[in-house]
């Protein structure tokens, strides 16, 4: 492969991942991680560079578009940054001596977790009412957002604070050690513990994997993880593909969005864990 | 409009704005690298596959390799691509100290001290990276 065709090809599967990771709060570094080692046969370490770039490209974005329309929670992404940031910071310091093979299979694992509970949730469109948490009422972790396909102002609140914001710190702690956003944990957070509605939860999520992710990206810089000649196409193609992924998303369906994000997990689980395991793919 | 709401267009105007420049600084950096036809550049397919090959190249691990490279006459345009990168990594920090002094200002104690706490993590997150 020609450098020119392998730069446009890293600059058009992040114009995808981008695009997914906007729709599903996930970042695209969850996307990015198997296909760049698995497809571009890139160094693990690199990928996860690339990777902890395109997480905050995607966060910028997305969440710039989010936020304008009330989707991205500001309060409820600040309040839960206390617990990814600190995790994030946690975990990149250990990412250095853990073996990557360990990586995958904790990677892998964690995703068939998210598999598991986004199935079952899969037909929810919006949470039912939650009862009040004191931590929800003391912080105002509420908030209204026009929901386009439904026609209505959706109003909510979160529901069990402190399982959601002990979830966030473990979120947190695989962002820093694996390179990924860890949106995926961070949408299931919300979504499972704190019952906030799925668009809401993958909107926040966007906007917090930015910071997440800023928290451990100055540790992969300096460890020389991000490249400039692939981290750079990577970065650019997500950010293309985020701008496009924010206009979809509120077009969709909440239910619409958990379908489409279990058979990208389910996928990734799998391929990941079998990488861990030391068994090849085809 | 409400404090949060305020809060929200700010943080918004600041993601855009600092993603849009660091996009620019990279393909700019990029652009011109390529049309150089330097023969590293033409490595690369086989550099993804090695870090090490890449590490003794093109990769800057601190602010002072990127300061020097852009202090070069002409300026390295990896050098430029670089800055853009770092650009887009405090992008969601000054989003974060935005916050903080928005709600500040509209006296929102609570979020403008968890913001401000949010923004300490991250400044140090940057200061650990940077002393190695």
């Keep these: 492969m020609s450098p020119l065709v392998f730069v446009a090809a890293?600059?058009?599967?992040s114009v995808v991942a981008g695009g997914a990771g906007a729709v599903l709060g996930l970042g695209g570094g969850i996307l990015l991680i198997p296909i760049l080692t698995l497809f571009f046969g890139m160094d693990l370490h690199y990928a996860m560079g690339a990777s902890i770039v395109s997480v905050i490209a995607t966060s910028?974005?997305?969440?710039?578009?989010?936020?304008?329309?009330?989707?991205?929670?500001?309060?409820?992404?600040?309040?839960?940054?206390?617990?990814?940031?600190s995790g994030a910071m946690l975990g990149a310091a250990l990412a250095g001596v853990v073996p990557i093979r360990v990586l995958q299979l904790l990677l892998g694992l964690a995703l068939a977790y998210s598999t598991v509970t986004t199935l079952r949730q899969l037909r929810v469109e919006l949470p039912e009412p939650v009862e009040a948490d004191p931590l929800a009422l003391r912080f105002g972790l509420e908030g209204t957002y026009y929901d386009a396909v439904l026609d209505r102002d959706v109003k909510y609140r979160a529901t069990r604070v402190a399982q959601g914001f002990s979830a966030m710190f473990g979120a947190g702690l695989l962002s820093g050690l694996l390179g990924i956003g860890s949106g995926a944990?961070?949408?299931?957070?919300?979504?499972?513990?704190?019952?906030?509605?799925?668009?809401?939860?993958?909107?926040?999520?966007?906007?917090?994997?930015?910071i997440t992710s800023a928290a451990s990206a100055g540790i992969y810089f300096a460890r020389g993880d991000i490249h400039p000649v692939l981290a750079a196409p990577v970065a650019v193609g997500v950010l293309v593909g985020a701008a496009a992924g924010t206009r979809l998303?509120?077009?969709?369906?909440?239910?619409?969005?958990?379908?489409?994000?279990?058979?990208?997990?389910?996928?990734?689980?799998?391929?990941?864990?079998?990488?861990?395991?030391?068994?090849?793919?085809? | 409009m409400s404090a949060p709401a305020r809060v929200e267009r700010l943080i918004a105007r600041v993601l855009l704005l600092g993603g849009l420049l660091s996009v620019s600084l990279m393909l700019g950096g990029l652009i011109v690298y390529a049309a150089q036809g330097r023969p590293e550049a033409r490595e690369i397919v086989r550099v993804v596959k090695n870090r090490e090959a890449g590490r003794a190249v093109d990769v800057f691990t601190s602010l002072g390799d990127v300061r020097r490279a852009l202090a070069q006459r002409p300026p390295d345009p990896l050098a430029v691509t670089a800055l853009g990168l770092v650009g887009l990594l405090v992008t969601p920090v000054l989003g974060v100290a935005a916050a903080s002094v928005t709600f500040w200002r509209a006296g929102d104690r609570d979020y403008a001290a968890i913001a401000g706490v949010v923004l300490g993590m991250l400044l140090l997150s940057f200061a650990l990276a940077a002393g190695g």
Excluded: C, E
């Design chain 1, 249 to 282: 998303m509120a077009r969709l369906r909440n239910s619409t969005i958990r379908k489409a994000f279990l058979p990208v997990l389910g996928w990734l689980a799998v391929s990941m864990i079998l990488r861990g395991l030391g068994i090849g793919l085809p």
């Design chain 1, 10 to 13: 890293l600059f058009a599967t």
């Design chain 1, 60 to 85: 910028s974005g997305a969440a710039a578009a989010y936020l304008r329309t009330s989707l991205s929670n500001v309060r409820i992404g600040l309040f839960l940054a206390l617990a990814t940031v």
């Design chain 1, 185 to 210: 944990f961070k949408v299931l957070a919300m979504d499972h513990f704190m019952r906030l509605p799925m668009k809401v939860s993958t909107a926040t999520s966007n906007f917090m994997i930015g």
